[in-house]
């Protein structure tokens, strides 16, 4: 494997989407009520992402340090533990994305004055401390909580702020549905990893509660995607954005293999219901914008 495969096989260009996502319905609800800006959205697009890859090497140096990743790993290939790339390469990465973070940050920060730095750092920090420092959230179950929390409605609130300058109760309620179906890739790979996990003394959600329970929030996730929009569309009067409530009928496949099947067979599984996020956020911006003609 080249060095360049393996830094794209490090970065985990499967999760992305959950970064893409609250920025497309965040910049269509910004058109929809006058304010849409490219460049602070082209801004927040790129800043999710690096904050996405963040998450995503930390994760995979973190993890191998604290002795969560070995070989009986099931999910996709980690780097470090693979030795692909060296302890020193992954943690030079991460702090490589991170400044660029930081360098795009302050581009917002421009736009959007000093409330950005607060949501900014925030989000930098939790994404690190989902795997690192003293109280990692992934290992006390609460991973699904900060996901939701900002790959949702603070990231599509966030994403109109830097456009509107103003922060829109309407803009985080329609990140809820976006961030339900975020959290289920977290659903997915927590019931996957379920015993690994359990060994290595990583406390997600499907260890404490068990494996039934993962599988059961998952299809709570998607009937709550389906309020949340519901909402959003007769809060907002964009009934056209209940063109993305079909989408989620794609899920059916996903949870029935989610539970009928068992380690690394579920890896498709955790790319296709990142797929099915992508897919829904983009139905819901496109209908968001035809709400604002028709």
Not at 67 to 84: F, K, S
Not at 242 to 255: G, H, M
Request: include cysteine; aromatic fraction near 10%.
């Amino acid at each position: 494997m080249s060095p360049l495969q393996a830094w794209w096989l490090a970065i985990r260009p499967r999760t992305l989407p959950a970064a893409t996502a609250p920025v497309l319905v965040g910049s269509a609800h910004a058109y929809r009520t006058g304010h849409f800006a490219p460049l602070p959205a082209l801004a927040a697009l790129v800043g999710a992402l690096l904050i996405q890859i963040v998450s995503n090497l930390a994760n995979d140096y973190f993890d191998f340090k604290k002795g969560a990743d070995t070989e009986e790993r099931l999910g996709p290939t980690r780097v470090t533990q693979a030795g692909l790339i060296s302890e020193k390469g992954v943690l030079g990465g991460l702090v490589t994305c991170i400044v660029l973070a930081l360098l795009v940050g302050l581009y917002l920060v421009s736009v959007g004055g000093w409330p950005i730095v607060t949501v900014g750092l925030i989000s930098l920090v939790c994404a690190v401390a989902y795997t690192g420092g003293p109280y990692p959230l992934g290992y006390n179950g609460l991973g699904e909580i900060f996901v939701f929390l900002f790959f949702g409605p603070v990231a599509v609130a966030g994403t109109v702020y830097v456009q509107s300058l103003r922060w829109e109760p309407l803009a985080a309620l329609a990140g809820v549905p976006i961030g339900l179906l975020c959290a289920n890739i977290l659903v997915v790979n927590n019931v996957r990893d379920f015993e690994t996990d359990a060994k290595a003394g990583k406390r997600t959600v499907a260890v404490r509660f068990g494996r039934a329970f993962g599988e059961s929030l998952y299809l709570l996730d998607l009937g709550l995607a389906a309020l949340g929009l519901a909402a959003y569309a007769v809060v907002a009067r964009s009934y056209w954005a209940l063109l993305a409530l079909p989408v989620l009928l794609l899920a059916r496949p996903l949870f029935r293999a989610l539970k009928e099947l068992r380690g690394k067979p579920l890896n498709p599984i955790l790319g296709r219901t990142a797929q099915l996020e992508l897919r829904f956020a983009l139905a819901m911006a496109i209908g968001t914008i035809l709400s604002a003609h028709l």
